[in-house]
Nanobody, 125 residues
Framework: QVQLVESGGGLVQAGGSLRLSCLASGRTFSSYVMGWFRQAPGKEREFVTSISRTGGITDYADSVKGRFTISRDNAKNTVYLQMNSLKPEDTAVYYC??????????????????WGQGTQVTVSS
C-alpha cells in the first residue's frame, strides 16, 4: 500500500512557474513508476508526465514538453513536477500516481495503482 500526498499548487500568472511535490509513504517508493496527471473542469483526467523507477526514463505529453520537468528523489520518497512558462490552459487539479508494473504502460489512468488527492493549479491570464 502506498499513500501519496501532493503539495505546491496555487495561483500563478501566465508565464510563471510552480513546483509540485508528491510525498509517498512506505519503504518501497523506488519500486514504483511515478506519474503526474491533471484534470480540468468538465474534462477527463489526462496524462502529463511519468518517470521510471530510477529516474532514467521520462515521458511527457506534447502539451507540456519543454516546459515541465519531472524528477524524483528516492531517498526522500518524493517526486517533483517543475512547471515553467505556465499557460491558462494548464489550469487543473494535478494528481500524482504510482504504478507497480511498468509493463502496463504509463500514459493512461488505468495503468496506475495508487493516487494522491490532488492539488489545484490555477494560471491567470
Amino acid at each position: 500500500q502506498v499513500q501519496l500526498v501532493e503539495s505546491g499548487g496555487g495561483l500563478v500568472q501566465a508565464g510563471g512557474s510552480l513546483r509540485l511535490s508528491c510525498l509517498a509513504s512506505g519503504r518501497t517508493f523506488s519500486s514504483y513508476v511515478m506519474g503526474w496527471f491533471r484534470q480540468a473542469p468538465g474534462k477527463e483526467r489526462e496524462f502529463v508526465t511519468s518517470i521510471s523507477r530510477t529516474g532514467g526514463i521520462t515521458d511527457y505529453a506534447d502539451s507540456v514538453k519543454g516546459r515541465f520537468t519531472i524528477s524524483r528523489d528516492n531517498a526522500k520518497n518524493t517526486v517533483y513536477l517543475q512547471m515553467n512558462s505556465l499557460k491558462p490552459e494548464d489550469t487543473a487539479v494535478y494528481y500524482c500516481a504510482a504504478e507497480a508494473d511498468w509493463r502496463r504502460g504509463t500514459r493512461t489512468v488505468s495503468d496506475y495503482d495508487y493516487w494522491g488527492q490532488g492539488t489545484q493549479v490555477t494560471v491567470s491570464s
